[in-house]
């Protein structure tokens, strides 16, 4: 099979995100980079484009955009990897012009972008693709699976956290600089980069959705403009119960997300920074450490498997699952038929349900953590 | 030194808690356990006394206490290891007579009785040592002087959980039962038998105490009458945050209590399963591994062990470790003088505020999860 | 039931080992210690029995064994606690008169002296128990009971391993020194102290013995005079082979005794520094993570375990273990009748199997690591 | 800058390893596959062929060196990652037309082949890369690094083993057969399958050589040809004394390569499975946990990581490091200069050592485990 044509928008040489895009792009060789604007400022786009030794380079997104579309082996996807607060801009572009869009987390910085850009991917025939890439990891989906299944009963008690330390003191350089600026993340600090993913493991694996939430937010590193540190308690539909925890302040986490669920037969526990490792409790038996591909890891997680147990993969082959996912969909609807009912990705739904969570989170914590409703 | 007289109340044939004070108060040497009121009804109390060859066995703790107090080698202290509600009106009959009092926690069932039994405590010229028996383990000890010392810098984020899954299906033995009877327990479920722990825990080591807090109780088992899971966010003085879950319905979590703290500049994370080590990150350095009397392991720790790193010490030896202090305070007490500076153990204020935790938590749930003032 | 009255030879104020003995006798509560001839020296040994307030303190353990079997209330039961060299000497003057031994380990530091110690346990009525201590943890007890289950099938192969890194440098103070000194210590150095314990553990758990070695002994500290490091090949009855590891010298592990055993359709593994828990995986299924008291831990754990699971128990609890199983076996003695089948301790032909390996690994080593008979 | 182009020999549809290397080629965009070779009939190659739509099938290994070596824009590399008994037969053909080989391990199922294809690596102008792909590890470049920086003072005592479970039992698909068939895999089992692995690792890491070793092989499972366990004692260049064990008969574990090293002021400790995390115990200190990335991760490590730490790079990524730096090398020599003197791989002489490890256990096993020279 031909690879997709695939342009990316952000990226640039200072950029972390940019560069495992492009790693995942190319792991299982379902895409071909071609074209990029690559950073805010043409001189940077070309510098970037250059380095990388693109076949087309644009001075912005909307140059690419319309270019490309005209192009007869234009690009047929693009991988939007900016500051948050581009996203909905850079989609629209391409959702309009009938190019795929794969686009980096959380969807957008305000609220209000992200339902216009829902409307936009509602009223574009291209597919829409969210890279909230820890659930592209197999464990991850074995444990969606298992959840499914029954294998843990009806969930009880969700506790999912996400602490890093790399904002324990004041940062300069430019990951923390966007990071921090409300204007270019959005109102959330750790809520909004790492509170989402929590938040979106929490609805992937489970199946289920807060209805409202309690959440106190606080910067504890002085001058911040964003919270770095966030308490939620959570209230999902059919009666779980949930704690989130997220936190840039947390000295010895380096990216240290984790899950636990507990149903009423079992419990489930998952961290994924050892992500080939699933616990199963089956309630009054042993704990069982469930591997990737080893004995009691199902179909979902072998679909999104490469090698045999033992061999350990990593948070690059989970990002590049959502990756092939996104060709596996791209291509059917190239052919004009359904994808195959096991492709999984999270989509601009879930991406609008991160930025509420976010918005949520801020009314709450506004109004002394207060319930509010997502 | 001859061994310090001990009486029991509570703690019959059936009981868990009270073999485990038994061995805790033998292990040191320090107490010689000589008579005992040991189940609510005579009969049972003689059967259990004479099981266990109590020189002394009385039909109830009143009788002993009224009796003990006029032998001229009487018990110089009693063990209170009844159900919560008992606590105060056991402890009462030793105190007014000059007997040191060793008990359990929750200190009582009821904020009312926990204020009573503070009074009682005040004006009598007796020790009162509460059994927070974490509290003994020479790491937490250890944790608690690295704190004292700065070496996490200021603390921001308290992270405690005390997860267990006994009681994820209804249960009928005795410990469920009289557990999850409010009369008996206190209106606190999981939040009084095992969240005081970690409420108390969290005090012990960051020196902080909450100011208010926001609770969202469980319960999960139907017809259960108190909660089995509790979500809790908290304010503590001087501005950290903390989170705290206490939950008897995680399939998995047999006695899973787990703290870690964060401060400035550095993090601390301590598990009670695995209570020989703790883990302390100096931000920007790598985690280092403190083992019980290894490298790095200080005077705090020291104080409280028995045995060379790698031999594990465990729950035992750390409920025995509130025993020796108990014992080191009786005898400076009872040489008039003051007790060496290092003896610590929780008093009967720590045992008001963990009673004022679950009040406030029932208080706050009752009220939609509204903070609520301890 | 009344105590069982225990002397100690042995244990004296700088000792770790006899303190470790001496809790472990009380902890259960079945032994009271009321005689000792608690060092080298008549002096020595005074002040270390009135610094433990025991009732009678002897000069030597000769004129204690004598008059002590002359009281009425005399001694049932002495501890050895000595350095290797003095086992025998004493062990003799007590199992002659009649009285119980409860020895620690290695049984003697000559094979000779083993020999001849065997003899004398085999001619007196007394009991000899031996502290091989880690066979008393309630884990090891339910390996050894799945493998004679037939858990994990026939066993192939087994890895035992004990490394210390007290001994990475020249080290002075008395636990070193006499260790290191092979008149006191015996020929073997790591192999001696604790290879002993690692293969005794293996033949526990396994019910094998070893038929012949190959052993590759190093010294790596200059001037020391046994080994510090030692590599062991086995070769077991039935087919089975092993590796054994000990080593003094090995940065970063305290006292990591650890032991796994692979068998035709399964496989265990075992550390001692996280006793409380047990991994079995049956082949072809997830690993198991068995915790002392939790589901899928049987009779044999539970005979020897004071407390529910997640409540560690440590290494005293383990070293008592031995004891209480003394004292049912010395009780049952003293009935006349027969001890309960499940009691199971080390005996002096444990002990002079243990000699005998590290006599096999000296002759092994001197002949250039040649296969050798045990 | 231009891919280079890549053929590959072997690794056709039902090979497990192929495929990693094609991974490994393509993650950093150095390689691109454009011919094959891919299976051992021509029909079968052409099949594998097409799947991956290469531009250029063939038959055979020969009539594709044959042909690839006189077009203008032929393979510049080839991979080669059939059974063992071919790796030399094919590397020849690609060496003496000066096409770059990277070659999977071991190096040959023969000692003489080895030889030979030493020289036919000598005598080309192309170079020669051994896939020991858990060289390519980040923390066990930092291992070597830190070894050779002296951070745990010279090499005493080298724990390596890799034990896996999926030869437990008879197994009858392709990869179990020709790796239990000493025709094509050699005269070791786990040695040559895995022991090569182990001890191709301990010599990278400490940067020492074994003079001697002493193996007791085993074959457990009845009918198979070659040694399914093994253990190894050695003695390295320097005084350094090591242990190996590589067994497929252990259950529980998949791919449990792991390796310890103690030095005199310090020790080292790594396990594939958990591949980013690096134990290092300077004696005397808490053990620090080195994570890839994080602090006290250094250059060596730095060079071959792409994400920042707590962002787990798995057994691809360390496999692509491998070809990233046989890319490096391969630029180098066709600019005519010297490659950057931190790119390494394993060489031609590597695999020798290896596959002279495996004849020294099959030759020191016959001889019961007589020491037998490198």
Known sequence: MARIKLGMVGGGNDAFIGGVHRIASRIDDHFELVAGALSSTPEKSRASGEALGLPRVYDDFKSMAIREAR?????????????????????????????????????????ADAKKLVKAAESSDALFVLTHNYTGYPMVRQAREMVESGDIGKVRVVQVEYPQDWLTVQQDFKQAEWRT????????????????????????ITGLEAEELAADLQTFVQGRQVDDNAHVMLRFSGGARG????????????????????????GLEWAQEDPNYLWHTPFGEPKRLITRGGPGSGAAAERVSRIPPGHPEGYIEGFANIYSEAAAAIRAHQSGQAADAAVTFPTVGDGLKGVAFVDACVRSSNRNAAWVKL
Chains 1, 2, 3, 4 share one sequence.
């Open 71 to 111: 192009l007869k082996e234009g690009i047929e996807a693009v991988s939007i990897v900016t500051p948050n607060h581009v996203h909905y801009k850079a989609a629209r572009e391409f959702l309009k012009r009938g190019i795929h869009v794969i686009c980096d987390k959380p969807l957008t910085s305000t609220l």
């Open 243 to 266: 704690m989130l925890w997220s936190s840039q302040v947390a000295p010895g986490n380096e990216n240290a997300l984790r899950i636990r669920v507990y149903g009423e037969t079992g």
């Open 181 to 204: 600026d409300p204007a270019r993340s959005g109102a959330g600090g750790s809520t909004g980069d790492i509170g989402t993913h929590a938040y979106n493991l929490a609805c992937f």
